[in-house]
């Protein structure tokens, strides 16, 4: 999608159109999470301090990220795409790849499939998209990015050798500052100069990735499209205001946090068996701790309690910045299903009851109708 959350405020209220917008925490340590096009010809751009962004344009619309709106528009996205393929793999809130791989006999060539797209999309949302065509993930990715916004790029199977020796090593998703300075090292700028090295000379240099430039370099991507993705962990996590220290503070954030993570559980229908606490120090350092459980939960007043243990079982040395909650090693469950007891009374028939009493009340009056208290 183009400038996705930029454009869906826009959308909301036209008068935004033509001004640059730009969509992030408003905090004093905010980050800019999307840009429109205007705001990006100042130089503003995803990623960015937000204090900086408005040194760059101080006449730039700012506004909060309104991701529960973001997510809805991102769910009929993606039900429009499968539309066309079951072959649908949802990489982000706003990009999927699609194997087309045999639709053609029902919906016309690559190209014709790509305008029916962009024309749904642009009918059922008001918003534009730009779509990538390759005979490779990789390749199809990097085409999406070529001509935004609304753009159409196709790179054929004939034109690939002759695409990737021109495509700058910078243009590889994947490959951070600190690998492109790397490659430079040895004078290599386009994916065309890594013919010149071995599998081994670039497994030596840049370990498992190196065989992922080896491959690129041959125009290979044994990746194929995978509808579904097994989901790891659950987190929710946020950088404070200002540093602190106070325990109480951190243990009423655990608490929030612990909370939105085990509402997600729920809601997706998973409970995991391992729990961890992050913390970022003022100084950039972190500290991550986990617990492993007897049995898999979901409960809210357990994951908190058990991060909260991580907390006080790891004093810290400097004040935090940053802290956050995730539950991992997760299995799919029913939703209304048993929970098995444990024997600290922490997953206990109360506890489901308040759980659930909470869903239902955030489900039909909002999420912000209830909190949970700091113990």
């Known amino acids: 999608m183009d400038a996705f959350f930029a454009a869906i405020e826009i959308l909301d209220k036209p008068s935004l159109k033509g001004k640059p917008v730009i969509v992030g925490g408003l905090s004093g340590r905010g980050v800019v999470s999307t840009t429109n096009y205007e705001a990006r010809r100042f130089g503003v751009f995803s990623a960015m301090p937000m204090f900086k962004a408005k040194e760059k344009c101080p006449q730039g619309i700012f506004l909060p990220v309104k991701m529960a709106r973001y997510k809805g528009v991102s769910k009929k996205i993606m039900d429009i795409l499968k539309d066309f393929t079951p072959l649908v793999e949802q990489v982000s809130i706003d990009e999927a790849y699609l194997d087309i791989t045999g639709i053609e006999v029902l919906l016309g060539s690559p190209e014709e499939i790509a305008r029916h797209i962009k024309a749904r999309i642009g009918k059922e949302t008001g918003l534009t998209c730009s779509i990538g065509i390759a ?69 030596k240099e840049f370990g498992n990735f190196g065989l992922r430039l080896y491959e690129i370099a041959k125009g290979e991507d044994k990746s194929p499209v995978v509808p579904c993705r097994e989901v790891k962990s659950i987190s929710s996590e946020q950088t404070l205001q200002s540093d602190t220290g106070d325990i109480k503070i951190l243990r009423k954030l655990i608490t929030i946090h612990a909370d939105n993570v085990a509402s997600r559980l729920r809601k997706e229908g998973l409970k995991g068996r391992t729990i961890t606490l992050k913390i970022k120090f003022d100084d950039f350092s972190e500290m991550s701790k986990s617990c492993a459980i007897a049995h898999s939960t979901d409960n809210t007043k357990f994951i908190s309690d058990s991060a909260k243990a991580l907390l006080l079982n790891n004093p810290l040395k400097r004040k935090a910045r940053l802290i956050g909650v995730a539950v991992s090693s997760l299995k799919e469950f029913e939703k209304d299903s048993q929970m098995a007891l444990f024997g600290n009374g922490s997953d206990s028939k109360r506890e489901r009851k308040v759980d659930k009493a909470v869903d239902e009340i955030r489900e039909r009056f909002g999420g912000k109708m209830i909190s949970r208290g700091n113990e």
């Open 135 to 203: 005979p490779i993930k990789f390749l199809a990715k990097v085409a999406s990015d070529m001509h935004k916004p609304d753009g159409l790029t196709i790179i054929s199977t004939t034109e690939v050798d002759t695409f990737l020796s021109k495509l700058p090593i910078d243009k590889i998703p994947g490959v951070g500052k600190r690998t492109v300075k790397g490659l430079r090292h040895y004078g290599i700028e386009t994916v065309g100069d890594l013919k010149r090295f071995s599998k081994e000379q670039l497994l």
